[in-house]
């Protein structure tokens, strides 16, 4: 087994700022947690990672973003992955649900009155188990499933009605009026980058339909970091190395600035998506009812 790399990330991955502080640090005597997470979950492959602790998440003083200092090496994290094994078995969900299905269609009708296609194409970036790829396809979408780990993506449901692929190269020179990115960005150590290279497939105004979990909201509860890094049952929302980054909504606008998309500040939008747009307004200010889900489109 080749030996991991520590990999040290200094500014802020989402607004590139260098002035952050530590908000939580779980030194080598408090690893216990960290221990049963890797036995529990991922087959004790992360057994011997003592050289990440202390495991340090910093928080930027600029966007309020959270990452973790200290990061696997790509390939240490492609192994935690393939080890990983879903705790609660009982709840995975077998077809998409009546949320992912209404959120497609209101995808797709704002992608036809861009234009007027009948089949407009979507790329389903991170496709997962295939579920959101299921609702896009069902509301009229051809779709195309990205899912680098083969092993996730045929550990779910059937990929029929959908292209699915591992490999991001087999794209081509395809490109794509909406792509869907959902509860990706927060598994990569640099997120910005992945959405620069994720703009190479997109048509001049396609939408694309980012979510993320909202640690800005959730950090403001009582005790969230209590059980961290593991409380023996659920994975936390900034458990060591499944969630590199924790997005607030201002971190995840930076994030997409920086990679060259813009938020989409179209009337259609208000009138599809009002309680979203109501809280981009409003969540500026007070954090609980901020969202973390964007629909951006590339700069022109
Ligand atoms: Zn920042």
């Known amino acids: 087994m080749a030996e991991m790399k520590i990999l040290i990330f200094g500014q802020c991955p989402a607004c590139n700022s260098y002035e952050s502080e530590i908000v939580e640090r779980n030194t080598e005597s408090d690893s216990h947690w960290f221990l049963e997470l890797s036995k529990r979950k991922y087959n004790g492959c992360m057994n011997d990672w003592q050289s990440l602790f202390p495991l340090d998440i910093h928080h930027c003083l600029s966007c309020s973003h959270l990452w973790y200092y200290r990061q696997p090496d790509q390939s240490s994290l492609v192994q935690m992955y393939n080890n990983g094994i879903v705790l609660n078995p009982v709840k995975i969900a077998k077809r998409p649900s009546w949320r992912m299905r209404k959120e497609m269609k209101t995808l797709y009708e704002l ?21 959101w790829a299921h609702a896009a396809q069902e509301n009229g979408f051809e779709v195309t499933a990205y899912e680098p780990s083969a092993i996730r993506s045929t550990s ?28 990706v960005l927060e598994h990569l150590p640099q997120p910005v980058e992945t959405l620069k290279a994720v703009l190479d497939y997109c048509l001049d105004k396609a939408l694309i339909r980012i979510t993320v979990p909202n640690i800005g909201r959730e950090k403001t509860r009582p005790g ?77």
């Open 111 to 131: 992608v036809k009155h861009r234009y007027q296609d009948n089949k407009p194409r979507l790329l389903d970036f991170g496709s997962g188990r295939g579920l």
């Open 156 to 183: 779910g449901i059937r990929s029929d009605g959908f292209r699915l692929t591992n490999c991001l190269e087999d794209l081509g020179e395809q490109k794509f009026h909406a792509v869907n990115i959902e509860q």
């Open 224 to 300: 969230f970091w209590n059980d961290f890094p593991f409380d023996g049952q659920h994975i936390h929302l900034m458990s060591p190395f499944e969630h590199l980054q924790g997005f607030t909504q201002n971190s995840l606008g930076c994030a997409a600035r920086r990679a060259g998309l813009s938020p989409v500040r179209h009337i259609d939008l208000w009138l599809k998506y009002p309680a979203y747009s109501i809280r981009r307004l409003i969540g500026r200010t007070i954090t609980r009812l901020s969202t973390t889900m964007i629909i951006a489109e590339p700069r022109k």
